[in-house]
């Protein structure tokens, strides 16, 4: 959860994530989103993959990473519709994640490793890849024809997300070293504070912010995207 609401409800409702921590704008999203969970499952937050309560029924409307939702669009395509995530005041936020490869200087045969990456890298390996477990093509590469529906339907959407006038990509944390679990927190303990144990958002994001400022500080990490550039550490504004 700590990846929807750093990836999609920050940026979309006020256009960064540790910038605007804090602000009004913050402010008014962790409101409205209060409001909004009364009409959610209250087992959600016991979820790991949403395929499974769409297929079981459990749930109608789910939010997830396009692989953790492909077993529902593969074993029921005619009952499903996939679309982008939806649109705040600040933009379409998604969260794109890139898996980097890379070869150890002390590697016992470097241009078999190198080979590797290569054959990992081809259109063709790129669409088998997809096929298997739903992570699409990071290089220029022609889907084809005869593509499962399911599938069919996650490329599509995805297409049209990231081709969005309004698409804002949101970058996973960036700089924080093995720390990155504190970052995640101050987010998920903010959620249950507000959301889960309804207190006032003010209050909750006023203290949480203090926590993130002095994490921020202590690791150095300049701000990332969408966040404007920060010549030292990211600071809540």
């Known amino acids: 959860m700590h990846r929807f609401f750093e990836g999609f409800l920050y940026p979309s409702y006020t256009g960064g994530v540790v910038v605007p921590f804090r602000s009004e704008a ?6 409205q989103f209060a409001s909004l969970w009364k009409s959610v499952n209250p087992a959600s937050t016991s979820y790991n993959f949403m395929q499974e309560p769409l297929l079981s029924g459990d749930v109608w409307i789910g939010f997830d990473h396009i692989a953790r939702v492909l ?9 499903f519709v996939a679309f982008p995530a939806p649109a705040g005041p600040k933009g379409r936020g998604y969260m794109p994640v890139l898996a980097g490869l890379a070869v ?15 054959y990992l890298e081809q259109p063709q390996t790129q669409i088998v890849t997809a096929r298997s477990v739903g992570f699409f093509p990071v290089v220029k590469a022609e889907l084809p024809p005869d593509l499962e529906p399911g599938l069919k339907m996650g490329a599509a959407v995805i297409e049209k997300m990231q081709s969005a006038k309004d698409a ?15 970052f995640d927190k101050v987010f998920t303990d903010t959620f ?5 144990r309804g207190q006032k958002p003010r209050g909750v ?9 002095r994490l921020m500080t202590k690791t150095g ?7 404007p550039p920060s010549s030292g550490a990211c600071q809540v504004q």
């Open 26 to 31: 913050a402010e008014a999203m962790w409101t």
């Open 104 to 118: 150890l200087k002390a590697a016992p045969d470097m241009s078999e490793a190198l080979a590797l990456i290569d």
């Open 71 to 79: 077993d529902a669009l593969r074993q029921k395509p005619d009952e």
């Open 192 to 196: 249950h504070l507000v959301v889960l």
């Open 205 to 213: 994001l006023d203290r949480e912010s203090e926590t993130l400022n």
């Open 168 to 182: 804002l990509p949101a970058l996973p944390p960036i700089g924080l070293g093995q720390r990155s679990g504190e």
């Open 221 to 227: 990490a300049p701000c990332w995207q969408p966040d």
